[in-house]
């Protein structure tokens, strides 16, 4: 009690209670026989609780690692993470690790990627549901088997009392997937990170996955961070998104101000690439135009502004810092944002220029309704 | 000044064209010699000594005869310490252990060599026949394998070593060379198969080229490192295996010298002089650790590459 | 399961076949005559008597006949009799098996008890001080002799400390004390290296399995690094070890070959040496069969290890 005392003392400014997760410069670097990578680089942000948000890149895109390094889960001795990340207002990088171990699990699970790989493929599920509750929790083995069948049977696995004496191999990947989150929810976590849930799934299955986490966080009142790769999964799901490019964020706002207002042009990119029931079958979708940057040589300015179809002299000089785009809290890290003049005066002097992404977008708004169907509603886009 | 500043870009380049590649490859390998940590400097000094000596033991100015026994003439001393004339003293019988430890050196790097290089050359050929053809051939290579591992070799080896009338070191070696294959060739083996799952195989073999010339031109070559691998594993396991047979009693006959053959004969003498069961047992132990940390640095070195490419 | 037992059996049953004619051609191809161990050269002047020696075991007969004979016999579990004692073959086994048998499994029992938990931690500190002076032990292990370890071991604790007995075998029966005093540095002997060989095995499998994700989500669910280590990390990562112990078990023979030389007890592997050395092809015949199908079985127990370790392979198979 004492020491958590002294720890908010330490605090500039108290944390309110509605206040679960504060991230504030966050920086994560590998020092790799090439070099330092920067994965994660100045990364703040705020969560409420109850509240879910969904991170969004590319793969490389540092949000898994910005995920593990609030979780302090980045294995090696070649990480470095600075910065703070403040949980019901204790900063988690600066506990040790019995205190750590304290919260993991309990206070803050993770679901991870892969269901075939995060489960141990030579322990029984039961206990890979459970083992943690009673570690924590000092819970029997008797009760243990006893909230195992519950849990199994709230994620929905159909003859859950045959399934707990199972191994992982002995189910499909969406009922693997299940477990994993079973198993996180076990110690009622107050905080979940889901990295990648439904990627590693079929398609079908995706939906089930997606829909059950949305249920359990709005039944326990959890706060979830999603992260992903895909806006359609956030689309509709979480209250609020953040995008991120090589380490940043470079575009954060409510879902719903994302989808309708979208401001950054990589967010723009990404929406782009999402499949649209709307769209005529056959519709090619449209590509980000090449690569994203190699972590260890990033371009001088904007990192995105070597793909983006409006980059101007200003954005290959300097880096944008996040400001304000209108007055609900939505941020975005451009000098052009989209929707406005200046925006489209960038895009046509570089049109005029030829520049081969911008030509690509162009034919891809000649060619599609892309336009019109950016402002749809975002749900029935989603797939 | 320039010439430095050459070599280093030539090192710096992993793709190099042909004029220099010799050389790149002679700065490559001090480079790497560079970065050896110290222990394996060590380790590659002193098998670079322990060859050479072995090499070139009848050269060596003032080394002893290693069966000379002086205490018979009235010249030489039994179980002496280390003196100016015999650098490690003497052994019971006054025999010089500087010079047998050498002579003992012939015998145990000779018997390795000659394994490793039957077992790489057997393994590789039958390895990759066995791998690449598979079906009925494979079959009968493996069965064989199989029944040839499971006989028990060192009581193979006892057999024949005790049966033969006359036990010179090429006999040994040949018959080592009739146990040690097996594995050999089942590392081979399981290189072949891989590598005859590769693409660059399934190439060959769709522009219609002979089974032969696949054999000879893709799989052979490839199998060749990782038994060559294996071979320089098993020069440790074989020094061993030599100096085991020696010590039993069972290696080369016995006025010639061999690190076994010593530590066995210091055996009754132990509490009286210590010495001459130190020195070889030193010697034993250097070499075996020499090749063994050596293979893990060299291993340690082809990961590293791996996960860089 | 049942139909992998039974293309076991097979297979032992092939392979005792082969390796037993084997060594009944390698008897009798080899120069050196039977003869010579049942009769002693100065009585050998009498050729009616040798001739009469000769046809009474059966040594003019074809080799196949004789190996036919052996066969049938052994079979119906009759190895013959010793050349030299006398005595069946199958009581000598009997009475100087166990006594190999209980060095062999005390060396593995302590490579194992050791082996484990240093290899656990080495893997954990990967690349850490720790794990660099375990390696290097390991290596040094590794490229010990066992008739140097047991040389140094007799030096140090028989010779210098008198703790234990230099040489010599207890039977059981005289005690369990006496009986461990004297099993305790040969089975060390043959420890040291064993346990160098599996620390190094169990280290590098752990390392790849702490890379595994399973092992950050067992940590992510806050479990201590110790259960995480033994309950999630052990188990997948035991089946090189496994074969390796297997392996060891099988040719461990002739380790204790040298043990049982070097510390003068007894056991199977001195048997065969000093039957090897007397001509007595009966005993040598017997024993080899014996290692061999020791040495098959192992091998058999291993791949049942497989599928208790790893619930997958219980289903593929």
């Not at chain 1, 380490?247 to 879902?255: I, R």
């Not at chain 2, 500087?98 to 050929?125: E, K, M, N, P, W």
Request: net charge neutral; proline share 5%.
């Amino acid at each position: 009690m004492t020491t958590e005392g002294t720890v908010v003392a330490t605090l500039d400014v108290p944390a309110p209670e509605s206040e679960i997760l504060r991230v504030e410069d966050l920086r994560t670097s590998f020092f790799l026989p090439i070099g330092e990578l920067e994965a994660v680089r100045g990364v703040s942000f705020l969560l409420q609780r109850g509240r879910s948000l969904g991170i969004v890149g590319e793969s490389g895109s540092g949000k898994t690692v910005l995920a593990r390094s609030i979780m302090r889960l980045n294995v090696g001795a070649n990480v470095k993470t600075t910065g703070r990340a403040l949980f019901e207002g204790r900063d988690l990088l600066s506990l040790d690790s019995r205190e750590m171990r304290k919260l993991w699990g309990s206070k803050i699970a993770m679901i991870f990627q892969d269901p075939m790989t995060s489960l141990n493929p030579m322990v029984k599920i039961g206990r890979q549901v459970t083992e943690h509750l009673r570690k924590h929790r000092g819970v029997g083995r008797q009760a243990a088997k006893q909230t195992a069948l519950e849990l199994l049977n709230e994620v929905r696995i159909p003859e859950a009392e045959s399934r707990i004496g199972r191994f992982p191999h002995e189910l499909s990947g969406g009922m693997r997937q299940r477990v994993s989150i079973a198993s996180a929810l076990a110690c009622e976590p107050s905080l979940l990170f889901a990295d990648e849930p439904t990627t590693a799934l079929d398609v079908t299955v995706q939906h089930q996955i997606l829909n059950l986490l949305s249920r359990e966080q709005d039944q326990r009142n959890m706060t979830l961070v999603m992260v992903t790769h895909d806006l359609g999964v956030v689309a509709g799901r979480t209250d609020d998104t953040l995008v991120m490019y090589a380490g940043k964020v470079v575009e954060k706002a409510s879902t719903i101000e994302i989808f309708g207002r979208t401001s950054h042009p990589y967010t723009e990119a990404l929406m782009r690439s999402i499949p649209r029931t709307t769209q005529a079958s056959h519709t090619p979708l449209v590509a980000i135009t090449g690569r994203p940057p190699v972590a260890t040589h990033l371009p001088k300015g904007c990192a995105f502004s070597l793909r983006c179809p409006y980059a101007q002299l200003k954005c290959h000089e300097e880096d944008p810092p996040l400001t304000p785009i209108g007055n609900s809290g939505h941020e975005a890290a451009c000098w052009f944002p989209v929707g406005t003049d200046a925006n489209q005066e960038a895009f046509e002097r570089n049109l005029s220029d030829r520049l081969p992404q911008t030509l690509v977008v162009a034919d891809s708004l000649i060619a599609g309704k892309i336009g019109q169907t950016v402002g749809d509603s975002p749900e029935e886009g989603s797939a | 000044m320039s010439e430095s500043a050459d070599l280093g870009v030539v090192g710096n380049q992993p793709t190099d064209d042909g004029g220099s590649e010799s050389a790149g490859r002679a700065t490559r390998f001090v480079g790497v010699l560079k970065r050896m940590p110290w222990l394996t400097k060590f380790c590659f000094t002193w098998l670079i000594l322990l060859v050479s000596a072995a090499t070139f033991a009848d050269v060596i100015p003032g080394l002893h005869d290693p069966d000379y026994q002086g205490f018979i003439f009235g010249d030489g001393k039994t179980n002496d310490g280390p003196s100016a004339s015999h650098w490690l003293g003497t052994d019971n019988v006054s025999r010089d252990i500087l010079a047998r430890l050498i002579y003992g050196a012939r015998v145990s790097l000779i018997f390795a060599f000659s394994g490793v290089a039957v077992g790489v050359t057997v393994g590789c050929i039958l390895g990759s026949i066995s791998g690449f053809l598979r079906g009925f051939v494979d079959t009968s290579i493996m069965a064989f394998v199989d029944v040839m591992l499971s006989f028990p070799a060192l009581v193979g080896l006892l057999f024949v070593t005790t049966l033969l009338e006359a036990r010179g070191l090429f006999v040994l070696c040949a018959v080592t060379a009739i146990f040690i294959w097996p594995r050999f060739t089942r590392v081979g083996r399981a290189t072949a198969i891989t590598v005859s799952g590769q693409d660059f195989v399934s190439a060959a073999k769709a522009i219609g080229t002979s089974r032969r010339r696949i054999l000879l031109r893709e799989i052979l070559p490839n199998v060749f490192p990782a038994v060559l691998a294996f071979g320089l594993v098993s020069m440790a396991i074989l020094i061993i295996l030599e100096s085991t047979l020696s010590f039993l009693g069972l290696g080369v006959e016995i006025p010639t010298a061999s690190w076994g053959g010593m530590i066995a004969q210091s055996r009754q003498d132990l509490l009286i002089n210590v010495w001459p069961a130190i020195w070889p047992s030193v010697t034993l132990l250097m070499t075996v650790y020499s090749f063994n940390n050596l293979v893990d640095w060299l291993r340690a070195q082809t990961a590293v590459r791996s996960a860089a490419v | 399961m049942p139909k992998m037992i039974a293309s076991r059996l097979l297979r032992l049953v092939l392979t005792l076949l082969t390796v037993s004619f084997a060594t009944f051609v390698m008897v009798n191809v080899l120069p050196g005559d039977a003869i010579n161990a049942l009769i002693p050269i100065d009585a050998q002047q009498d050729q009616e008597f040798v001739e009469q020696v000769r046809e009474e075991w059966g040594l003019n007969d074809p080799m196949l006949v004789r190996y036919g004979r052996w066969l049938g016999n052994a079979v119906t579990g009759d190895l013959g009799d010793s050349i030299v004692t006398g005595q069946p073959v199958t009581a000598e086994i009997t009475h100087r098996l166990p006594i190999t048998l209980e060095i062999m499994f005390v060396a593995v029992g302590l490579s194992l008890l050791l082996a484990v938990p240093v290899g656990v931690f080495s893997a954990y500190r990967e690349g850490k001080r720790p794990d660099r002076v375990i390696s290097g032990f390991a290596q040094l292990g590794l490229s010990m002799p066992v008739f140097v370890t047991g040389l140094i071991l007799i030096y140090i604790f028989a010779l210098k400390l008198n703790w234990f007995p230099a040489t010599g075998w207890n039977r059981p029966s005289n005690g369990i004390g006496p009986n461990l005093k004297t099993v305790a540095l040969p089975a060390m002997s043959l420890a040291i290296t064993e346990a160098a060989v599996y620390t190094r095995v169990l280290r590098s499998d752990m390392i790849s399995t702490l890379k595994e994700n399973y092992i950050l989500s067992a940590r992510a669910k806050g479990l201590t690094d110790r259960f995480v280590l033994f309950r999630h990390g052990l188990r997948p990562s035991l089946l090189t070890l496994v074969t390796v112990v297997g392996l060891s078990v099988g040719t461990l023979i002739g380790g204790t070959l040298v043990v049982e030389f070097l510390f003068a007890i007894p056991g199977i592997g001195r048997r065969i040496f000093s039957a090897i050395y007397q001509r007595d092809f009966m005993m040598v015949q017997g024993i080899t069969v014996l290692i061999t199908a020791f040495y098959v079985i192992v091998n058999t127990v291993v791949d049942v290890a497989y599928m208790v370790i790893d619930p997958r392979i219980r289903r593929t198979n």
